[in-house]
C-alpha cells in the first residue's frame, strides 16, 4: 500500500480548520448545488508533543460546544492501532467524524465556531494529518451509528486515482474479494470535498474516502495477511494513491 504525505500537503492541513471559519454560505452555494446534502467531516489529529491530555480535554470541551448546533446531527471518534506510515504514534491520534445536515450548516456552524476561544484552545493542541468533507457517492444516506459499535474495527482510507477508472471494475472486485473474508461487514464508498485557499470546498478530483467495517479486532487481524497481497487488492492498489489509512477502535 502506497502512503503519500508531502510537507506541502501538511502546511495546508494546518490551515483548514481556521479557513473554515471565513466560509459563507452564500460563496458556497453560488458554486455547489449540493450544499443541502448531508456531509461527514472527518478530521485525523495528532496531539502535540507534551499536549496529549490538553488535545483530549479541550476537544471534548469543543466537542461540547460543537453538539449544540443545529446542523450536527451525530459524532464520533476512534483510536487508531494500525497504519502504513511507520513513525507515527498512534497513541497520540485520534479519528473524528461529523454528521452535518448539509455544506450549509457545516459552513453556518464553522463561521461562529472558530473565533470562539474554545475552538481557538482546541486547535492550538493539535496538528492536522488529514481533513476532508465527504458525501456517499451512491447518494444514499449513511447512519454513523453503523461504525461506532464498540468493538468494530473501522478502516478510514481517502485515495486520489491515477486514472479515470481508477474506482470501477477492478475496486469493484476488489471488495467483492473482501466477502470472502469472515468478519467483514460493509465498505461505503464516499466524494471528498477539500477546502481550497479560500477556505471553499471544492469536490476534489478523482479522489475517494472509503469506510471500512470488521467484526472485531480479532477477525482484521487474521484476514489482512492475506488480504494485503491478494491478486484483488494488489491489482487495486496499482491504480491508486493512498493519501490516508488508519484502521481504528471506536471510542468514548
Not at 207 to 232: D, H, R, Y
Request: with cysteine; proline share 5%; hydrophobic share 40%.
Amino acid at each position: 500500500m502506497k502512503f503519500q504525505k508531502t510537507k506541502q500537503s501538511l502546511f495546508m492541513m494546518a490551515g483548514i480548520a481556521v479557513l473554515a471559519g471565513f466560509i459563507s454560505k452564500q460563496t458556497f452555494t453560488t458554486t455547489n448545488s449540493q450544499s443541502m446534502k448531508s456531509v461527514y467531516e472527518l478530521a485525523i489529529n495528532q496531539s502535540k508533543e507534551g499536549k496529549h491530555q490538553q488535545f483530549l480535554d479541550t476537544r471534548e470541551k469543543f466537542v461540547e460546544v460543537l453538539g449544540k448546533e443545529s446542523a450536527t446531527l451525530n459524532e464520533g471518534k476512534w483510536s487508531p492501532f494500525f497504519t502504513v506510515a511507520p513513525d507515527l504514534p498512534l497513541e497520540q491520534i485520534l479519528i473524528g467524524m461529523t454528521h452535518w445536515n448539509s455544506m450549509d450548516g457545516f459552513c453556518e456552524a464553522a463561521a461562529r465556531l472558530m473565533p470562539q476561544p474554545v475552538a481557538a484552545d482546541y486547535f492550538s493542541s493539535f496538528n492536522p494529518l488529514a481533513y476532508a468533507l465527504l458525501e456517499p457517492v451512491d447518494g444514499l444516506p449513511f447512519d454513523m451509528e453503523s461504525i461506532k459499535k464498540s468493538g468494530n474495527v473501522v478502516e478510514f482510507a481517502i485515495r486520489k486515482g491515477k486514472t479515470a477508472d481508477s474506482f470501477g471494475e477492478k475496486r469493484d472486485a476488489f471488495f467483492r474479494s473482501l466477502e470472502n473474508f469472515d468478519g467483514y461487514e460493509f465498505a461505503r464508498e464516499f466524494k471528498v470535498y477539500k477546502l481550497n485557499e479560500q477556505g471553499i470546498p471544492n469536490l476534489a478530483e478523482n479522489t475517494q474516502a472509503v469506510i471500512i467495517v470488521w467484526e472485531n479486532g480479532e477477525k482484521f487481524q487474521a484476514a489482512a495477511p492475506q488480504i494485503f497481497p491478494s491478486k484483488p487488492y494488489v491489482d487495486f492498489s496499482e491504480m491508486i494513491d493512498v493519501e490516508t489509512y488508519f484502521a481504528a477502535f471506536p471510542t468514548k
